[in-house]
Nanobody, 120 residues
Framework: QVQLVESGGGLVQPGGTLRLSCAAS????????MTWYRQHPGKEREVVAA???????GYEDFVKGRSTISMDNAKNTMYLEVTNMKPEDTAVYYC??????????????WGQGTQVTVSS
């Protein structure tokens, strides 16, 4: 059972930079898509950005142009950097991994979430 552990949340100043990490307990050993989600109180979880084992990247419009998602496969760790943080970026941020195995099956894992608060 792969475990995902987020770190790097906390208080961020408006206009500041958020840096999150998501460390997997072991290598996935196959194709994967890793995704950062966030969840505002009372709202559904939403995608922030994603990266695949093929190196494909995707960003939602609200972070496009001010965020970078990356993966260090040697460390089994995914990163998210968001600049120019806004109060509306306040949320619990989660990392998610979807791992594709043979026979065709998908295993999905979630981190425990990390609170990010944007406030002066």
């Amino acid at each position: 059972q792969v475990q995902l552990v987020e770190s790097g949340g906390g208080l961020v100043q408006p206009g500041g930079t958020l840096r999150l990490s998501c460390a997997a307990s072991e290598s996935f050993g196959g194709a994967y898509v890793m995704t950062w989600y966030r969840q505002h109180p009372g709202k559904e979880r939403e995608v922030v950005a994603a990266i695949s084992s093929k190196g494909e990247l995707g960003y939602e419009d609200f972070v496009k142009g001010r965020s970078t998602i990356s993966m260090d496969n040697a460390k089994n760790t995914m990163y998210l950097e968001v600049t120019n943080m806004k109060p509306e970026d306040t949320a619990v941020y989660y990392c998610n991994a979807k791992v594709f195995k043979s026979p065709p099956t998908m295993l999905e894992y979630w981190g425990q979430g990390t609170q990010v608060t944007v406030s002066s």
